[in-house]
Structure formats: structure tokens, C-alpha cells
């Protein structure tokens, strides 16, 4: 089986929640837990102190990538609520 390249999950990858209360917020991927669950954050609800984890298929993935959240969030270092919050404005509310 292959997987697409839409279908890819990566660490500061944009989506949008399809299911539960947070449907239709948009959120940044801050973890993978395994191959059903990532973790997300929003830098407002959802802080990167306490990310939502959330099965992906209740989220739609967009093709979206911050670099700068992505590489911090790969090598370990802090990352603040504001960056996140930033980040969403720069790739667009939805």
C-alpha cells in the first residue's frame, strides 16, 4: 500500500477539526502519538501546554506546513502559544 503524500501527518502541519466541540477550529499538528492520534494546538483553547490529542480522521489535513514550528517542534526547543497563534494567521484562518 502507498501512501499519499496528502495523507502524511507532520509536525506543524495545519488542520481543521471535523468532530467534536472544536469543529471547524483550526489547529497546528505539536505531536504524533502513533499512527491514529496526534496532538494539537491552537495558542488560544488549546495551548501548547495542554494539546488536544485527537484521532486523525476527525481532522482534514491541508497541504500547509509552518517550517519554523516544524523544525522547533523536531529538535525539542520551547515553543510559545504566540508562535503557534502567528503561525495559523501566516498559512490562513481556514
Known amino acids: 500500500m502507498v501512501r ?6 507532520r509536525l506543524g502541519q495545519k488542520v481543521v477539526s471535523t ?3 472544536d469543529a471547524g477550529g483550526t489547529f497546528l499538528i505539536v505531536g504524533l502519538l502513533d499512527e491514529d ?5 491552537d495558542g488560544r483553547k488549546r495551548s501548547i501546554e495542554r494539546p488536544k490529542k485527537k484521532n486523525r480522521k476527525h481532522l482534514s489535513l491541508t497541504l ?3 517550517a519554523a514550528i ?3 517542534l523536531s529538535a525539542g526547543k520551547p515553543l510559545s502559544d504566540g508562535e503557534i ?3 495559523i494567521q501566516r498559512l490562513g484562518e481556514n
Do not use: P, S
Request: aromatic residues 4%; negative net charge.
Open 4 to 9: 499519499k503524500a496528502e495523507n502524511e501527518i
Open 19 to 21: 468532530r467534536g466541540r
Open 37 to 41: 492520534y496526534v496532538l494539537v494546538a
Open 64 to 66: 500547509q506546513v509552518d
Open 70 to 72: 516544524a523544525e522547533k
Open 85 to 87: 497563534i502567528d503561525a
